[in-house]
């Protein structure tokens, strides 16, 4: 018999981590190609979502380089299951003491765009991109991420898919949105055994009231932003905006300060800054009820739109009772057929790209950067 051919090894320390995952795959090629892509990810490379980069190649003229193309078929046309490689990932991130995810850790949610030329590539369309600050032709990523004071890494990912991938658009019934494959994983992250203090997510997701009820009735607090003047149904004399919730609030001056309690923020630099927050009423949200609205801000006076925030969360005042520190079921969104409240994204069972390219990698998995990745 023919004796098997080592595989290169991956750079340093690289090897034993890489080593972790060797059951998963089942030829050299794929061995090689997954040490090839975590070497990529780690060294200080611009650009290292596109495979030249990866490889190490140049730009552009680089991508029919056969690094880049033996990279291009291990995570395009390969046979391994990223979903096994994640779940590994995740494994060892969870039985390591200094990685593992603990009860005052926050599960954030939140999605990433890239833009890409065409219209061939799975699960692209024109909606908007984040990243960009606008709306342009890309795909879409919806994620979740753990993360404390110390550190974060990714959990899951899935790729949204725009209604007009499907016969019926919105109404196709494998339609998902955007707040229902964040659902998806937030059930996902649970399952895994990823423990945390509350999810929390911008107001692309915060301002869908399906999508904070489902992780409300799945034992899951959450903190979330509002837009400011996100309309809420009210009495004509109540308010009926975050916005018109805080300046209802009392506030003379500091040495009078009202409603508002004073909180010291701690910025990355050092330096810390004294801010005020404030339970205000909107509708039937208020301190007393099952949804709080937080309003923070830097001047209670003036409420400036870039230094105040409007948050909806379902964690109780100091001092209340702790909610359950888990959830009694994982969160189930209901199909967009069903609710259409849940917001304006989706996802299908992903396809992979059959074109040869050089451009960001088509295999829809989160990226394995590291084990953990320290705020910088």
């Known amino acids: 018999m023919t004796a098997r051919v080592p595989c290169p090894p991956a750079p340093g320390p690289l090897e034993g981590y890489a080593a972790r995952f060797d059951d998963l795959f ?14 990529g990810l780690l060294l200080p490379r611009d650009r290292n979502k596109t495979l030249t980069a990866l490889a190490g190649a140049e730009p552009v003229v680089g991508a029919q380089h056969p690094a880049v193309q033996r990279l291009q078929f291990f995570l395009s046309e390969s046979t391994w299951q990223f979903e096994q490689v994640n779940a590994r990932r995740l494994e060892l991130l969870l039985a390591d003491p200094a990685t593992a995810p603990h009860g005052q850790g926050v599960l954030v949610i939140d999605d990433s765009g890239d833009r890409k030329d065409g219209t061939a590539t799975a699960h692209v369309g024109r909606q908007w991109l984040g990243r960009y600050g606008k709306t342009d032709n890309g795909v879409v990523t919806v994620t979740t991420l753990w993360a404390d004071e110390r550190l974060y890494y990714p959990l899951h990912a899935v790729p949204y898919t725009p209604a007009h991938h499907f016969p019926r658009k919105r109404n196709d019934p494998d339609f998902r949105t955007k707040p229902q494959l964040a659902t998806d994983l937030a059930g996902q992250a649970h399952q895994a055994g990823v423990t945390f203090r509350a999810v929390v997510a911008d107001c692309g997701y915060g301002d869908h009231d399906e999508f904070r009820h489902t992780l409300r009735e799945a034992g899951l607090p959450f903190v979330m932003a509002l837009k400011p003047r996100r309309g809420t149904w009210a009495y004509r004399d109540e308010a009926h905006t975050p916005v018109d ?16 309690t004073p909180v010291v923020r701690t910025f990355r630099d050092g330096h810390t800054e004294t801010w005020w927050a404030a339970d205000a009423r909107l509708g039937a949200w208020g301190p007393d009820g099952f949804t709080r609205l937080v309003v923070a801000t830097a001047d209670p006076a003036a409420l400036p739109d870039k230094a105040t925030w409007y948050l909806a969360t379902d964690l109780p005042r100091p001092g209340s009772p702790a909610p359950p520190t888990a959830p009694t079921r994982p ?37 394995p950067r590291s084990a953990a990745t320290r705020p910088s």
């Open 245 to 260: 919730a805080a300046r209802a609030l009392t506030w003379t001056d500091p040495e009078h300060p009202g409603d508002w």
């Open 26 to 39: 089942s030829s050299l090629a794929q061995w090689r190609g997954f040490r090839e892509y975590l070497t």
């Open 331 to 367: 969160p189930t969104c209901p199909s967009s057929s069903a609710s259409t409240a849940c917001g304006t994204g989706s996802s299908r069972a992903t396809s992979r790209s059959r074109t040869n390219s050089a451009g960001p990698t088509s295999r829809s998995a989160p990226t």
